[in-house]
């Protein structure tokens, strides 16, 4: 039978990449740990590692295993919150505003683990373009958002938290020329047909970004679908330059797409929170701060094994 000492082993092995490493990150011994690993692949019946000399790396399956035991260890601390705290007496409304790519892959995780630590607070959200989000915290309207901050306007009016660096990367489809270069700079990328994604202000973010390099790069197409974007590079069409926010390894055209780090390209993709500054905070944002800065903490560790 599966143990949550299992998973914490599985866990400390695949965010170091060793077993050497990661029975020091849990206080055991390797040959425990390469144990309780080996029964852990027979009882879910698949490999999750492929050993080789440097160390341990996921196999496609590990990926999904590893997103699975952050719920779960997720949903045994809220359930040990509940318990300790009586978090089931709050209640209440809480309103949160997000953005497009923000709601599309890092809010569910984040209110499913928030509802489960919280069960009787009624949650609303509304998704809308960043400017209007702003809008509606500086008047009251909603309590708190999660949303993309390298573009909030009113910092004088908001206060704001990140969460997640989300770096950018290249996406290449396999056999791709680029992916013979011991280095990819936005030069290289300039030269090949690009896939611009829209949404959620990211064209805003690529101006900024070939701009500042003083290029003019050869725009494809561009679509407001994230998923188009994925579907048309796994096809050959172009390359596109996404944060790993959007990168899923293990989705169907995700085995048929390429992550590779450019060089001069640095500055991550800040995701985080945002609320009215100077006014009394709404009794349910704190709550919903703690829950968000563990989930936080939790979404990058997941992102940085997924690439």
């Known amino acids: 039978m599966m143990t949550l000492r299992q998973i914490r082993h599985f866990i400390a092995v695949a965010e170091t990449g060793s077993i050497s490493a ?31 000399a440097k160390g341990m790396n996921l196999t496609h399956q590990g990926h999904q295993f590893l997103r699975q035991s952050y719920l779960i260890l997720a949903t045994v601390d809220n359930a040990k919150r509940s318990l300790q705290i009586g978090t089931e007496s709050l209640t209440g409304r809480l309103t949160i505003g997000v953005t497009s790519l923000v ?42 958002g999660v949303l993309i901050l390298s573009n909030i306007e009113d910092r004088d009016a908001l206060q704001t938290e990140v969460l997640m660096h ?107 929170l945002a609320w009215r500054r100077g006014s009394a905070r709404p009794e349910l944002v704190t709550p919903f701060l703690t829950i968000a800065r563990e989930n936080g903490t939790m979404h990058a560790a997941g992102l940085k094994h997924s690439i």
């Open 22 to 52: 990661g029975a020091q990150a849990v206080f055991v011994s390797q040959s425990s740990l390469t144990l309780a690993i080996q029964q852990l692949e027979t009882e879910i019946g698949v490999r999750l590692f492929d050993r080789h």
């Open 103 to 144: 709601a599309g892959y890092f809010l569910v995780e984040l209110l499913t683990r928030f509802k489960s630590a919280y069960p009787n607070v009624t949650i609303q959200v509304v998704e809308d373009e960043r400017p209007y989000i702003e809008h509606l915290l500086v008047s009251g309207e909603i309590d708190i």
């Open 166 to 272: 989300s770096p950018y990367r290249l996406w290449l489809p396999p056999l791709h020329p680029l992916l013979d270069h011991e280095s990819i700079s936005l030069a290289d990328v300039a030269k090949q047909p690009l896939i611009q994604l829209n949404a959620d202000e990211m064209d805003v973010h690529a101006r900024r970004i070939w701009a500042r390099a003083g290029l003019k790069p050869e725009i494809a197409m561009k679509t407001a679908s994230t998923e188009a974007v994925r579907s048309l590079v796994a096809a050959g069409m172009g390359v596109s330059i996404q944060p790993d926010m959007a990168y899923r390894a293990w989705s169907l055209e995700g085995n048929m797409i390429e992550a590779r780090k450019l060089v001069d390209l640095p500055e991550p993709l800040d995701i985080g």
